[in-house]
């Protein structure tokens, strides 16, 4: 041994986590230099390297042990942090090395353990990731059965990830005290003389390859011929998680790195230590078909040489070729790809249902309605808020609920689910008195009975109180609601016929605003209402708008004047235009465009969006109210809505607007 590492195991301590506990390895100031190997073990030796778990755990002390029997081996599982019961290992030929550092996300695969002249001990390693790795402050707990037939009796450790090495002694195998850890019985073959009642029949690949097969029932299992001649049949999906058993992912083949997504080997083996895939029995056929059956256990092995990795023949990731249904259509007792979100209501089971595609709604959604399918098997518990897993999802049903759902994507999401307001009991809506323009009216919903249902609100069941108004002559009037609570304002003309609705103005809920045109004398009946049981104090009033000139249309080269002062706030803010504003419509070509907006004595903000749009393609600020706002903007052929705002309700006036063509 050289003189160097003689010195430093002069050094060596060892601390126990216990009176039987794991030996921790003595940290090293220096890393020696590498020398010539003289002993090697890997994962696809039978008695060879065996990763133990490579996971990421709880914050743990940063270190490295070794075990040499069973309870050393739960002393060192504890140390690193992981979690679950530590699996079984032969202490008669293996040791265990287990360490807890900071890594990433997508750790590489560990497939070769060297001893060198110098007695130091390092991994090798190959990246995993089909992505682009991630590398994230994450506490990773790894664990490796090492022969004992490649240690020297004293060893340095170089710790995965950080380089760091650790000193260690190999303590004598204590046969009688490890002979129940043992690895596991031996398991019988998946390979069965018949299956009396198979799920499907399907076609081997070529010798060499893997491909997808589906069984009767239209599930996905990947079958494997693999060159050595053995057969593999894999269930295409997996547990989520260990918490979720019931609920499953897709798992695909990644012909680059040889192994599944799922971090597996063709035969179903976990690289890191994790549970195998779902393997299944299977016959042979006399026609190069092979019936498959039920589930069962993976027996032990070593992980397959990337280099004798298979063939992919066919697709990469199963289901894809599945037809999107909707809900309603998904058959009985088959799997089916299905354009629904899997939704975590606030209690219950998870269930199959669409989001609501509207933002209010979302937000008091409580979760798919009791009727809807749920998944067998899923949690049925009290939820503080929802969360979902969005479409597609495969499922097969069974009835009136679902025993299989796999997530067809990775989209997910929460909710905080704001609960509703009881709904109001039925009746006539609380009439009130007659409007008066300019002259604001108060009250409330509340106590008040549910007699209206305006269309524009999504969610009823609120109180309601009515008004009266008498236009006293021809023109454009605005009526607007300011409330307490989530309002709404529905205005009927004396028939009952609907003229105008809104539930919120530009998004805040606790307004509402309409425009009707009425004839001199024209009597119509509007409505304080709400959304979804809300009610309380509100105030109401309305007001005679003075028409844009020219009807609202903006010409090339013609100057338009205006007043916001007579007009209302009808469109969102944006770069802070929170004031009346007036709506011209433009009709441009693919050319740039020269806007100039006047506005003495106040701040003026100018915006552009598309018809049928509410997010502006361009806005500007004027940057004082003594200079005009003069912009350029390229418009592509189409209709524009033109506003001018102001940047706070005191920013209104008459205005100038006019818009040229850029010149060459």
């Known amino acids: 041994?050289?003189?160097?590492?003689?010195?430093?195991?002069?050094?060596?301590?060892?601390?126990?986590?216990?009176?039987?506990?794991?030996?921790?390895?003595?940290?090293?100031?220096?890393?020696?230099?590498?020398?010539?190997?003289?002993?090697?073990?890997?994962?696809?030796?039978?008695?060879?390297?065996?990763?133990?778990?490579?996971?990421?755990?709880?914050?743990?002390?940063?270190?490295?042990?070794?075990?040499?029997?069973?309870?050393?081996?739960?002393?060192?599982?504890?140390?690193?942090?992981?979690?679950?019961?530590?699996?079984?290992?032969?202490?008669?030929?293996?040791?265990?090395?287990?360490?807890?550092?900071?890594?990433?996300?997508?750790?590489?695969?560990?497939?070769?353990?060297?001893?060198?002249?110098?007695?130091?001990?390092?991994?090798?390693?190959?990246?995993?990731?089909?992505?682009?790795?991630?590398?994230?402050?994450?506490?990773?707990?790894?664990?490796?059965?090492?022969?004992?037939?490649?240690?020297?009796?004293?060893?340095?450790?170089?710790?995965?990830?950080?380089?760091?090495?650790?000193?260690?002694?190999?303590?004598?195998?204590?046969?009688?005290?490890?002979?129940?850890?043992?690895?596991?019985?031996?398991?019988?073959?998946?390979?069965?003389?018949?299956?009396?009642?198979?799920?499907?029949?399907v076609a081997l690949p070529p010798q060499g390859h893997i491909a997808l097969r589906t069984l009767d029932d239209g599930r996905a299992v990947w079958v494997v011929a693999h060159r050595s001649g053995a057969i593999s049949v894999l269930s295409a999906d997996e547990p989520r998680s260990s918490y979720s058993p019931w609920l499953r992912k897709k798992v695909e083949w990644i012909s680059r790195v040889g192994r599944f997504g799922s971090e597996h080997d063709a035969a179903g083996r976990s690289v890191h230590g994790a549970a195998p895939l779902e393997t299944r029995v299977f016959a042979r056929q006399?026609?190069?078909?092979?019936?498959?059956?039920?589930?069962?256990?993976?027996?032990?092995?070593?992980?397959?040489?990337?280099?004798?990795?298979?063939?992919?023949?066919?697709?990469?990731?199963?289901?894809?070729?599945?037809?999107?249904?909707?809900?309603?259509?998904?058959?009985?007792?088959?799997?089916?790809?299905?354009?629904?979100?899997?939704?975590?209501?606030?209690?219950?089971?998870?269930?199959?249902?669409?989001?609501?595609?509207?933002?209010?709604?979302?937000?008091?959604?409580?979760?798919?309605?009791?009727?809807?399918?749920?998944?067998?098997?899923?949690?049925?518990?009290?939820?503080?808020?929802?969360?979902?897993?969005?479409?597609?999802?495969?499922?097969?049903?069974?009835?009136?609920?679902?025993?299989?759902?796999?997530?067809?994507?990775?989209?997910?999401?929460g909710l905080a689910s704001n609960p509703l307001f009881p709904p109001a009991p039925r009746g006539d809506s609380r009439a009130r008195g007659a409007l008066t323009m300019g002259a604001p009216v108060r009250g409330t919903t509340s106590g008040a009975k549910d007699g209206v249902s305006p269309a524009c609100v999504p969610v009823g069941g609120a109180p309601d109180e009515t008004w009266t108004f008498t236009a006293p002559r021809a023109g454009l009037y605005a009526f607007q609601l300011d409330s307490d609570y989530d309002g709404a304002l529905a205005v009927h003309d004396a028939d009952g016929a609907l003229l105008a609705c809104n539930d919120d103005r530009h998004s805040l809920v606790s307004s509402s605003l309409v425009h009707i045109s009425l004839a001199q004398g024209a009597r119509a009946k509007v409505v304080v209402d709400g959304f979804g049981g809300h009610h309380g104090a509100y105030t109401l009033w309305v007001k005679e708008e003075a028409p844009l000139a020219h009807g609202g249309v903006l010409v090339l080269g013609r100057e338009v004047a205006g007043d916001t002062s007579k007009s209302t706030d009808d469109h969102a803010g944006h770069c802070t235009s929170d004031g009346n504003d007036d709506e011209w419509l433009f009709d441009a070509e693919d050319t740039t465009y020269v806007f100039r907006l006047e506005t003495p004595g106040w701040t003026g903000v100018l915006s552009v969006l598309a018809e049928g749009t509410s997010m502006p393609h361009h806005c500007t600020r004027e940057p004082s109210p003594s200079s005009p706002l003069v912009t350029e903007w390229a418009l592509a052929p189409k209709k524009y809505k033109v506003i001018v705002d102001g940047p706070s309700e005191k920013d209104a006036g008459p205005y100038r607007l006019r818009v040229e063509r850029k010149a060459p």
């Open 1 to 201: 041994m050289p003189r160097v590492l003689r010195s430093l195991f002069l050094a060596l301590s060892f601390s126990l986590a216990g009176c039987t506990g794991a030996f921790r390895g003595t940290p090293l100031s220096e890393v020696p230099k590498p020398a010539a190997v003289t002993a090697r073990a890997t994962t696809a030796e039978p008695d060879g390297l065996r990763v133990v778990t490579a996971t990421a755990t709880r914050i743990a002390e940063e270190g490295v042990w070794l075990a040499a029997d069973e309870e050393e081996l739960r002393s060192l599982w504890n140390a690193i942090g992981a979690e679950g019961p530590p699996p079984r290992v032969d202490f008669d030929t293996h040791v265990v090395l287990g360490s807890s550092y900071l890594g990433g996300v997508c750790e590489p695969e560990i497939d070769t353990a060297e001893v060198d002249a110098a007695g130091t001990l390092r991994l090798r390693t190959h990246p995993l990731g089909h992505v682009e790795c991630i590398l994230l402050g994450v506490y990773l707990a790894q664990a490796i059965a090492v022969p004992r037939r490649i240690l020297p009796s004293r060893f340095v450790f170089v710790a995965p990830d950080s380089g760091k090495p650790y000193a260690l002694d190999l303590p004598a195998a204590k046969p009688r005290a490890s002979a129940a850890s043992r690895g596991a019985p031996p398991i019988s073959s998946l390979e069965r003389p018949s299956l009396p009642a198979p799920l499907g029949v």
């Open 286 to 413: 006399g026609d190069g078909r092979i019936a498959i059956g039920e589930p069962a256990p993976l027996a032990p092995g070593p992980i397959e040489p990337r280099a004798e990795a298979p063939t992919l023949q066919g697709s990469s990731e199963p289901y894809t070729d599945l037809p999107l249904l909707p809900l309603d259509a998904m058959p009985e007792g088959r799997v089916a790809r299905v354009d629904s979100d899997l939704v975590f209501g606030l209690s219950g089971p998870a269930r199959l249902c669409n989001l609501p595609t509207v933002d209010k709604v979302l937000d008091h959604f409580p979760g798919c309605p009791e009727h809807a399918p749920a998944v067998l098997g899923s949690p049925s518990e009290p939820r503080r808020g929802v969360t979902f897993m969005q479409a597609p999802v495969i499922v097969r049903r069974r009835g009136g609920a679902v025993d299989l759902a796999i997530l067809g994507s990775d989209g997910t999401g």
